[in-house]
C-alpha cells in the first residue's frame, strides 16, 4: 500500500528565506509525482508535476526534485515571500494503487 | 480556459439528511474524480470516472455515497443519509488522460 509522508509538518520562516519541503513514499514505482499548494477554504493548485522518468522541474521560483528509486522528493522555494504561505501536498500517482495518493501537508507561514 | 466548476460551496445540514454536490469538469476532461478532504488530512479519492464509466470506487462508501456521471460531463455526488463524521471537504478534479489534475473550489459540508 502506497504510503506518502511530508516532513516538516508546519514551517515557518521570515520572508526572504530560502527553503526546503520534503515528501517521501514508500512504492518506487510511480508514474508521476505533483506538488499542489491550497489556500485556507480553497481548492488545490497544481504546481510541478514531475514524471518518472524526470529528475526535476522548474517554475520560477519554485523546483521539484525527484528520487524515484529512494522514494523522495523535495520542494525548493526560493527568496520565499509572505504571499507563499500555504499548505503544500505531495502526491503520487501509480504504485500498486492506479490513483493519486497524497501525504497530509506541510503548513507553511513565511512571516513579513 | 474556464477551470472546474463546483456547487455548492459551503453546505450545513443535520446528521441524516441528504445533500447532494455538483461538479462541471473542464472542457474536454474525460477522467472526473471525486475526492474527500478531512480537515488536517491530505485528499482521499472517493470515485473516479473515465467519461461516464466508474473505474475505481473502492474508498466510495456505498451504503450511505452515490454518484453519477450522465453523459460523460458534469457529475454529481451525493450522501444520504449524512453522519457526522462526513464533514469534510469535498473535491472534484479532473485530467485529459491519465495525466495532470485540476481541482475545483470544493464545497465544505458541515454535519451537526
Known amino acids: 500500500k502506497q504510503e506518502v509522508t511530508q516532513i516538516p509538518a508546519a514551517l515557518s520562516v521570515p520572508e526572504g528565506e530560502n527553503l526546503v519541503l520534503n515528501c517521501s513514499f514508500t512504492d518506487s514505482a510511480i508514474y508521476n509525482l505533483q506538488w499542489f499548494r491550497q489556500d485556507p477554504g480553497k481548492g488545490l493548485t497544481s504546481l510541478l508535476l514531475?514524471?518518472?522518468?524526470?529528475r526535476e522541474q522548474t517554475s520560477g521560483r519554485l523546483n521539484a526534485s525527484l528520487d524515484k528509486s529512494s522514494g523522495r522528493s523535495t520542494l525548493y522555494i526560493a527568496a520565499s515571500q509572505p504571499g507563499d504561505s500555504a499548505t503544500y501536498l505531495c502526491?503520487?500517482?501509480?504504485?500498486?494503487?492506479?490513483?493519486?495518493?497524497f501525504g497530509t501537508g506541510t503548513l507553511l507561514a513565511v512571516q513579513p | 480556459e474556464a477551470g472546474v466548476a463546483q456547487s455548492p460551496r459551503y453546505k450545513i445540514i443535520e446528521k441524516r439528511q441528504s445533500v447532494a454536490f455538483w461538479c462541471n469538469p473542464i472542457s474536454g476532461h474525460a477522467t472526473l474524480y471525486w475526492y474527500q478532504q478531512i480537515l488536517g488530512q491530505g485528499p482521499k479519492l472517493l470515485i473516479q470516472?473515465?467519461?461516464?464509466?466508474?473505474?475505481?470506487d473502492s474508498q466510495l462508501p456505498k451504503d450511505r455515497f452515490s454518484a453519477e456521471r450522465l453523459k460523460g460531463v458534469d457529475s454529481t455526488l451525493k450522501i444520504q443519509p449524512a453522519k457526522l463524521e462526513d464533514s469534510a471537504v469535498y473535491l472534484c478534479a479532473s485530467s485529459l488522460d491519465w495525466d495532470e489534475q485540476y481541482f475545483g473550489p470544493g464545497t465544505r459540508l458541515t454535519v451537526t
Open positions: 470516472f473515465q467519461n461516464n464509466g466508474v473505474v475505481d
Open positions: 502526491a503520487v500517482w501509480g504504485g500498486a494503487t492506479n490513483k493519486l495518493i
Open positions: 514531475i514524471q518518472s522518468s524526470q
